[in-house]
C-alpha cells in the first residue's frame, strides 16, 4: 500500500492560520475526508494533517498533497515535489476528480 498525506489546514505551533483550511466551506469537511479515504483505498493509505510551518518538517510520504490555496506558506521541497489540490475540486468536494490527479501524479513520480 502507498502512503499520501494530504496537508489538510497549515498551522504555526498549533495555532491554525486563517488560510483555505479556515474557512465555512470546512463545515461538512470530516465527511469529505472519509469519503476519499474509502475511495482510495486498498492502494493508497491516506493521512491528513495539519502541517506546522513553524517546524518544517517535511511529512514522509510517498507522495504529499496540498490544497494549493496554502501554497504561500508551505517549504519549497513540498512545493517543488507534491501535489496541488485544486480549490475547486475542494469546494465541490469532487472526490473523484483528486483521486484521478493523485493516479496520474504517481504514475509519474513512483516508478
Do not use: H
Amino acid at each position: 500500500m502507498k502512503s499520501v498525506v494530504w496537508i489538510y489546514t497549515v498551522n504555526t505551533d498549533g495555532v491554525v492560520i486563517r488560510s483555505s483550511g479556515s474557512g465555512m466551506m470546512w463545515i461538512s469537511s470530516k465527511k469529505f475526508q472519509d469519503k476519499l479515504k474509502k475511495e482510495l483505498l486498498p492502494e493508497w493509505n491516506l493521512s491528513i494533517i495539519s502541517y506546522d510551518i513553524a517546524k518544517n518538517d517535511i511529512p514522509d510520504a510517498d507522495i504529499i498533497m496540498y490544497n494549493e490555496m496554502d501554497m504561500a506558506y508551505l517549504d519549497e521541497k513540498i512545493k517543488n515535489t507534491g501535489l496541488p489540490v485544486s480549490y475547486i475540486d475542494l469546494q465541490t468536494k469532487n472526490a473523484d476528480s483528486i483521486k484521478k490527479k493523485l493516479e496520474k501524479f504517481a504514475e509519474n513520480k513512483i516508478q
